[in-house]
Nanobody, 124 residues
Framework: QLQLVESGGGLVQPGESLRLSCAAS????????VGWFRQAPGKEREGVSC????????VYSDSVKGRFTMSRDNAKSTVSLQMNSLKPDDTAVYYC?????????????????WGQGTQVTVSS
């Protein structure tokens, strides 16, 4: 079964940092652009960031730009999301997925091989 597995979530206080990881199961991420998404209770899933297949290009939503950094290690077939200066509004389940259109859009319908997600809670 082809899917991605997210890890690294947890409970942190505002201003703290977390690093999320995404690993492929059953295939290699080498040729794919990969996106991170999040979904808070009662809200639609929203795009957070995307990284191109070779890591030369990244895209971020306005809400996380300057605070989150996405990277990848193609040798290990993993991607990461470094989240700094976390805010309560960042609380959500975070998912990674493979893009079918590069990083041209952060629209969930254009991504596949979703994992189960990892919970991030930012609270004092």
């Amino acid at each position: 079964q082809l899917q991605l597995v997210e890890s690294g979530g947890g409970l942190v206080q505002p201003g703290e940092s977390l690093r999320l990881s995404c690993a492929a199961s059953g295939f290699s991420l080498y040729y794919y652009s990969v996106g991170w998404f999040r979904q808070a209770p009662g809200k639609e899933r929203e795009g957070v960031s995307c990284i191109s297949s070779r890591g030369g290009s990244t895209v971020y939503s306005d809400s996380v730009k300057g605070r989150f950094t996405m990277s990848r290690d193609n040798a290990k077939s993993t991607v990461s999301l470094q989240m700094n200066s976390l805010k309560p509004d960042d609380t959500a389940v975070y998912y990674c997925a493979v893009s079918t259109v590069g990083c041209t859009v952060l629209t969930p319908s254009m991504y596949r091989y979703w994992g189960q997600g990892t919970q991030v809670t930012v609270s004092s």
